[in-house]
């Protein structure tokens, strides 16, 4: 590999401040991404101080020059090392440390603790925590990032094939507000190549990190693979056209916030949201106000948790969901509104469920009740084999003689007849033949009418006590859908 990019002692970083010049006589401030403008002029016109994160790549290099010539010395050069890379983690910190002495900036290295099987979410997430946090203890409000267009392109096909939103989609934004902080990415409208390529004809050094030539992490197997095959085979400048999309999607996302904004303020009511004006929006309105909703109230919570709310609400079903960390909601026909937080244990308690609504378990898995199915649904679904016994059970409505059923975790002297068995057989045998994990047994579910009758153990058939016979017209069908699922 070219010294220029690995020699961190090398005498060639020698006058870098003129090389800056010349880098900015190239990259001019008027060139860098519109949207970070204003923000940027009026950073400089009051002094504020900023603060970079500068990992010693070609990247961050170039925007540590540009912003030296266009800023001065009023930033922070923040470096990170996660102290995955042994002994040239310390060169890079070391060459960071070397450039921005030479060019007169202060200096931050920040040492974190992580092991080389840390994921990339996780590094990402504990790399942008240390630096808030010495942000937030040099009273510094302004992030300079050193994202450029190839990282768009490569970003929206990481995310796109973990099924994003049009905001994930429209990621990284040339700005970003986290909290009382602005995140800055004025450089997304220059491409990889053409920074590197001005970096080298300046014979300005960079540090080039190993890891990003491994194969373990997709977004190096997008872009040594999947972005490559992309740029070759489309007939146009593909980056220049993912950049445009990305405005555009950005732009959208402005005004559904806005749409959003105002929907929230129609239908919240005493902390609830008043969910017959609501339905009338589109399932995007209803996404974002729940959303924002939850995100009020501290909630944390998945797409996939949304999508289950949302068809509630479509259906008109009443249900409730019990979040990881104890904090359940619950809604009607009407009315989302909020329950308190409640104990949630391994060992699964008596929950009551009403026909016709869904039960969010606090494991994540859900239950539904549906009653008054014509028996010919049952059978016609039975002939085609579309009927899952891990999934779902139909029973006799005539033969249940509550609209309540329990949902609860086994009893040590269970027992339960499946259907075309003779006799009764301890649960504690059937989750031994199911091959239950021994750790979840407490927390399976269990449906009964009484606290003793067991209807249906989800793996199994119903109980013969309730099986569907000649004389059955309407039927129950009760449904288990498990975190897996």
């Known amino acids: 590999m070219n010294a220029i990019m690995e020699d961190s002692k090398s005498r060639k970083h020698d006058h870098l401040l003129d090389k800056a010049e010349n880098l900015y006589s190239l990259f001019p401030f008027h060139s860098w991404h519109s949207r970070t403008e204003q923000i940027l002029t009026e950073v400089k016109s009051q002094n504020h101080k900023i603060a970079i994160s500068c990992s010693g790549g070609a990247d961050s290099i170039f925007t540590l020059l540009l912003v030296r010539k266009f800023l001065g010395t009023n930033f922070l050069c923040i470096h990170v090392n996660h102290g995955t890379r042994e002994k040239n983690s310390i060169v890079d910190a070391n060459f960071v440390q ?60 990481w995310r796109l094939s973990r099924g994003a939103s049009p905001l994930g989609l429209c990621s990284p934004q040339p700005v970003t507000i986290h909290g009382r902080f602005k995140f800055l990415r004025p450089f997304l409208s220059f491409s990889r190549k053409e920074i590197r390529e001005n970096l080298k004809n300046l014979q300005i050094p960079w540090r080039e990190d190993e890891t990003n030539q491994s194969d373990k992490f997709l977004r ?48 919240i009511s005493k902390g609830n949201l008043k969910l017959e004006s609501l339905r009338d929006s589109p399932r995007a309105i209803q996404r974002g106000v729940i959303s924002k909703w939850l995100l009020l109230s501290n909630v944390q919570f998945s797409e996939r948790n949304l999508d289950i709310i949302l068809d509630s609400i479509r259906d008109f079903t009443t249900g409730s969901f019990t979040f990881k960390k104890g904090i359940q909601i619950k809604w009607t026909e009407s009315r989302l509104m909020h329950c308190t937080h409640i104990h949630v244990e391994s060992q699964l308690k008596d929950w009551k469920i009403g026909t016709g609504s869904i039960l969010f378990l606090p494991d994540g898995s859900r239950i ?52 075309g068995s003779k006799g009764s057989k301890k649960v504690s045998d059937h989750m031994i033949d199911q091959k239950i994990p021994v750790d979840k047994r407490n927390s399976y579910p269990l449906f009964a009418m009484k606290k003793s009758e067991i209807i249906w153990i989800p793996g199994l058939p119903p109980s013969e006590n309730f099986k569907i016979d000649g004389k059955t017209n309407r039927v129950i069908r009760l449904t288990y859908l498990s975190t897996a699922t």
């Open 98 to 157: 070397e450039v921005s002495s030479q060019i007169g900036c202060d200096f931050k290295l920040i040492n974190l603790k992580c092991s080389s099987s840390t994921q990339e979410g996780k590094l990402r997430e504990k790399r942008l925590k240390s630096i808030k946090d010495e942000m937030m203890h040099s009273g510094i409000t302004h992030l300079i990032q050193g994202h450029q267009k190839d990282d768009i392109a490569e970003s929206f096909l």
């Open 220 to 267: 190096n197997r997008i872009r040594k693979k999947v972005l490559t095959s992309w740029k070759s085979e489309v007939d146009r400048d593909l980056l220049t056209g993912v950049e445009r999309s990305r405005d555009l999607i950005e732009e959208q996302n402005e005004a559904v916030e806005i749409w959003i904004s105002q929907t929230f303020d129609k239908v």
């Open 368 to 419: 539904k009740i549906e009653k008054g199915r014509d028996v010919t649904d049952f059978r016609n679904l039975l002939s085609l084999g579309e009927i899952d016994k891990n999934k779902e059970a139909w029973i006799c409505e005539k033969k249940i003689t509550s609209d309540t059923f329990i949902i609860r975790g086994r009893s040590t002297n269970d027992k339960y007849r499946k259907l």
